[in-house]
């Protein structure tokens, strides 16, 4: 059973560093594509960034900016999100999600979701 656990929310000040981890088990993840989303309350969710195991390819959306970085522990299957420079805006549950069709956005496309992890920013 695939399982991705989320770790690392809190609650920051406007302009502070918080880091993301996601912890992938169950499967072989190798081709897949691992990714955070990001839901807002009354906003759909949104795609923040993904890595490319097998390409190390890594995507991210236009709101990030150079604020964030993502990274991958292959040997742990574990993902991580440094987020810098963190915004109020950026606050939002944020959940790790894996595909395994390709390099994609979509959220629709993603076969396995972590149930979330809540970051709050302060003003």
């Known amino acids: 059973q695939v399982q991705l656990v989320e770790s690392g929310g809190g609650l920051v000040q406007a302009g502070g560093s918080l880091r993301l981890s996601c912890a992938a088990s169950?499967?072989?993840?190798?081709?897949?594509?691992m990714s955070w989303f990001r839901q807002a309350p009354g906003k759909e969710r949104e795609f923040v960034s993904g890595?490319?195991?097998?390409?190390?390819?890594?995507e991210y959306g236009d709101f990030v900016k150079g604020r964030f970085i993502i990274s991958k522990e292959n040997a742990k299957d574990t993902v991580y999100l440094q987020m810098n420079s963190l915004k109020p805006d950026d606050t939002a549950v944020y959940y790790c999600?894996?595909?395994?069709?390709?390099?994609?956005?979509?959220?629709?496309?993603?076969?396995?979701w972590g149930q979330g992890t809540q970051v709050t920013v302060s003003s």
């Open positions: 169950g499967r072989t993840f190798s081709g897949a594509f």
């Open positions: 999600a894996v595909t395994f069709r390709g390099i994609t956005t979509d959220a629709t496309l993603y076969d396995y």
């Open positions: 890595f490319s195991r097998s390409g190390g390819i890594t």
